[in-house]
T-cell receptor
Framework: NAGVMQNPRHLVRRRGQEARLRCSPM?????VYWYRQLPEEGLKFMVY????????ESGMPKERFSAEFPKEGPSILRIQQVVRGDSAAYFC?????????????FGPGTRLTVT | AQTVTQSQPEMSVQEAETVTLSCTYDTSESDYYLFWYKQPPSRQMILVIR??????QNATENRFSVNFQKAAKSFSLKISDSQLGDAAMYFC????????????FGKGTRLHILP
């Protein structure tokens, strides 16, 4: 039973380029969460998605960041025109979100480096 | 808004000894969950222990136990018989029991195990 998968594990982008981070939830999970971890910090919530819906994007920067979770395929976190301050580890988590089963299971993260 | 505070950026403990990591939180909610996550150098987020706020009994998982003081809003983690593999960052975290799914993390405590 594969866990949450994220790819790539490491991503290097030059300033101004686009970054696409992918997250495949655990089998059967239809809820995905994205968190960002800046160096020497805890994880900060960015966005919560259900299949084809954004449920809560209160932690997403207003510009350049977007997320989707299509009916088929992985969830994508997209960062346009990256800047040095976007360098961080981005974690995805998934859950069943049924009564009694709210646990979020984390992927290994994608480390984004902007040069 | 809920907050989670970890006042110890780093701690060290001798192998086989016991160590306690501190965490306080602030919330006006009565229904919530508290967690301790471990993040080893691989960066994978590993759930160590979970506590439901409505349960008076402190959660225990093998060598890991918590001291949950609801009135004081304190949630400390005790690691007994420390092992070299326990060396990691430890994050205290909070999640509402309602519809708000996001997990709120503290800044973490880096635990060193001395052989």
């Amino acid at each position: 039973n594969a866990g949450v998968m994220q790819n790539p594990r490491h991503l290097v982008r030059r300033r101004g380029q686009e970054a696409r981070l992918r997250c495949s939830p655990m089998k059967g999970h239809s809820h995905v969460y994205w968190y960002r971890q800046l160096p020497e910090e805890g994880l900060k919530f960015m966005v919560y998605l259900q299949k084809e819906n954004i449920i809560d994007e209160s932690g997403m920067p207003k510009e350049r960041f977007s997320a989707e979770f299509p009916k088929e395929g992985p969830s994508i976190l997209r960062i346009q025109q990256v800047v040095r301050g976007d360098s961080a580890a981005y974690f995805c988590a998934s859950s069943l979100r049924l009564a009694g089963a709210y646990e979020q299971y984390f992927g290994p993260g994608t480390r984004l480096t902007v040069t | 808004a809920q907050t989670v505070t970890q006042s110890q950026p780093e701690m060290s403990v001798q192998e086989a000894e016991t160590v306690t990591l501190s965490c306080t939180y602030d919330t006006s909610e009565s229904d919530y969950y508290l967690f301790w996550y471990k993040q080893p150098p691989s960066r994978q987020m590993i759930l160590v222990i979970r506590q439901e706020a409505y349960k008076q009994q402190n959660a225990t998982e093998n060598r890991f136990s918590v001291n949950f003081q609801k009135a004081a809003k304190s949630f400390s983690l005790k690691i007994s018989d420390s092992q070299l593999g326990d060396a990691a960052m430890y994050f205290c975290a909070y999640r509402s029991g309602g519809r708000d799914d996001k997990i709120i993390f503290g800044k973490g405590t880096r635990l060193h195990i001395l052989p």
